[in-house]
T-cell receptor, first 113, second 110 residues
Framework: ETGVTQSPTHLIKTRGQQVTLRCSSQSGHNTVSWYQQALGQGPQFIFQYYREEENGRGNFPPRFSGLQFPNYSSELNVNALELDDSALYLC????????????FGPGTRLTVT | QKEVEQNSGPLSVPEGAIASLNCTYSDRGSQSFFWYRQYSGKSPELIMS????GDKEDGRFTAQLNKASQYVSLLIRDSQPSDSATYLCAVREGAQKLVFGQGTRLTINP
C-alpha cells in the first residue's frame, strides 16, 4: 500500500509570486484535504476535495485554490504570496468524506521571502 | 470555528512512567476524535482514533473519551525517549475538516 506523497519537500518563493504544491493520495483513498501549519501551531484546514470537487473550505482567501484529478491526486495553488504564507503545507487523504481517518503526507515547507 | 484546547506544555515525564495528555473541545455534537504524534520537522502521524465514550487501548497507548464532559485524553504507558514529540488532538467538524489543538510538547527524560 502506497502512502500519501507530496512534492516538493521544500520551496522558497518571493512575495507576490505564485506556487503549486502537489499531493498523491494513499491507495484506495478518494478524498484529499489540505492544511496549513504555522510554526508552533496545529494544522489549519484549507479545503477538501472529493471526486474532483471542492467539498468544504476553511477560513482562507480565494488566492488559495486547488484541484483534484481523476486519479485522486491534488494540487494546492497559492497566488500573490505573502510573508505569512510561510508554513508547512500538509496534504491528508482519507477513504471517503466523513469516513475514517485522515493520513498525512510528509508536507511541503514553503518559505516566502 | 469550533475550538479544541490543549495545554501546550512542555510536559516532562520520566522514562517508564505514564504520560497523560488532555484535550477539551467546544462542539458538543462532535463524534470523531483523533490523536496525532508529530516529531520536530515531520508531519503528523495518526496514533489513535476514538468514536465512543470510554477507553480504547492500542499497545502502550490508551485514548479516553468523555462526551458529557467534552474531554478526550491520551495515556502513554511505559514512556520511552522515542515518545518525545508534540501530540496533536483533533476533532472532526462536519464531514470535511479536522480541527486541531495547538499540540502538547512531551519530553521523556531518560
Amino acid at each position: 500500500e502506497t502512502g500519501v506523497t507530496q512534492s516538493p519537500t521544500h520551496l522558497i518563493k518571493t512575495r507576490g509570486q505564485q506556487v503549486t504544491l502537489r499531493c498523491s493520495s494513499q491507495s484506495g483513498h478518494n478524498t484529499v484535504s489540505w492544511y496549513q501549519q504555522a510554526l508552533g501551531q496545529g494544522p489549519q484546514f484549507i479545503f477538501q476535495y472529493y471526486r474532483e470537487e471542492e467539498n468544504g473550505r476553511g477560513n482562507f482567501p480565494p488566492r488559495f485554490s486547488g484541484l483534484q484529478f481523476p486519479n485522486y491526486s491534488s494540487e494546492l495553488n497559492v497566488n500573490a504570496l505573502e510573508l505569512d504564507d510561510s508554513a508547512l503545507y500538509l496534504c491528508a487523504s482519507s477513504f471517503s468524506i466523513g469516513l475514517g481517518e485522515q493520513y498525512f503526507g510528509p508536507g511541503t515547507r514553503l518559505t516566502v521571502t | 470555528q469550533k475550538e479544541v484546547e490543549q495545554n501546550s506544555g512542555p510536559l516532562s515525564v520520566p522514562e517508564g512512567a505514564i504520560a497523560s495528555l488532555n484535550c477539551t473541545y467546544s462542539d458538543r455534537g462532535s463524534q470523531s476524535f483523533f490523536w496525532y504524534r508529530q516529531y520536530s520537522g515531520k508531519s503528523p502521524e495518526l496514533i489513535m482514533s476514538i468514536y465512543s465514550n470510554g477507553d480504547k487501548e492500542d499497545g502502550r497507548f490508551t485514548a479516553q473519551l468523555n462526551k458529557a464532559s467534552q474531554y478526550v485524553s491520551l495515556l502513554i504507558r511505559d514512556s520511552q525517549p522515542s515518545d518525545s514529540a508534540t501530540y496533536l488532538c483533533a476533532v472532526r467538524e462536519g464531514a470535511q475538516k479536522l480541527v486541531f489543538g495547538q499540540g502538547t510538547r512531551l519530553t521523556i527524560n531518560p
